[in-house]
T-cell receptor, first 112, second 112 residues
Framework: KQEVTQIPAALSVPEGENLVLNCSFT??????LQWFRQDPGKGLTSLLL?????REQTSGRLNASLDKSSGRSTLYIAASQPGDSATYLC???????????FGAGTRLAVHP | NAGVTQTPKFQVLKTGQSMTLQCAQD?????MYWYRQDPGMGLRLIYY???????DKGEVPNGYNVSRLNKREFSLRLESAAPSQTSVYFC???????????FGEGSWLTVV
């Protein structure tokens, strides 16, 4: 059974800092791994998707890496801004498209 | 293009009442999902439908039933609501290539 864990559960940083969010998964037989952003009271927005054959994906100030052998993914946010404040969730697809399993999320607060 | 639409957005039920959450997507996606989100627990998969006419149990199916009415619609029914089913419910869909999953805005359900 796939289990996805995110560390830390919460993070508070001053504006401008570079930061790393961690995601680990127990079953390395994943199809892909995705990072999402969730604003309070809202649904989820997909940020980055890394296919199992890839090592990383980049979008603007965001960079996500994937190491299947160690069961880990990281989301790097460069030069954080108050607008980055949200909950970030990772999720792995395994067993085809049938099992998208989420971590509990990291709640990020970036203060001016 | 509305994406994934869920109704209702808010609902209060009494214990033992029944209700159906509706979900529709207009992106011609094959796979659809129902998740529930509880504080500190991320999203947990209730049921999913890999294609029209098929449904399968996820991680937490007890107390729920689903119906894939057609390719567009996937409904979630609570036959006899319990306080433990107080949660935020998200519907999602994904295309065959599995590149990105799209979420609805969520349905806030309170069972008293």
């Amino acid at each position: 059974k796939q289990e996805v864990t995110q560390i830390p559960a919460a993070l508070s940083v001053p504006e401008g800092e570079n930061l790393v969010l961690n995601c680990s998964f127990t079953d390395s037989a994943i199809y892909n791994l995705q990072w999402f952003r969730q604003d309070p009271g809202k649904g989820l927005t997909s940020l980055l998707l890394i296919q199992s054959s890839q090592r990383e994906q980049t979008s603007g100030r965001l960079n996500a890496s994937l190491d299947k052998s160690s069961g880990r993914s990281t989301l790097y946010i460069a030069a954080s801004q108050p607008g980055d404040s949200a909950t970030y969730l990772c999720a792995s697809f395994s067993g085809g498209y049938n099992k998208l399993i989420f971590g509990a999320g990291t709640r990020l607060a970036v203060h001016p | 293009n509305a994406g994934v639409t869920q109704t209702p957005k808010f609902q209060v039920l009494k214990t033992g009442q029944s209700m159906t959450l509706q979900c529709a997507q207009d992106m011609n996606h094959n796979s659809m999902y129902w998740y529930r989100q509880d504080p500190g627990m991320g999203l947990r998969l209730i049921y999913y439908s890999a294609s029209e006419g098929t449904t399968d149990k996820g991680e937490v199916p007890n107390g729920y039933n689903v119906s894939r009415l057609n390719k567009r619609e996937f409904s979630l029914r609570l036959e006899s609501a319990a306080p433990s089913q107080t949660s935020v419910y998200f519907c999602a869909s994904i295309n065959l290539s599995g590149n990105t999953i799209y979420f609805g805005e969520g349905s806030w359900l309170t069972v008293v």
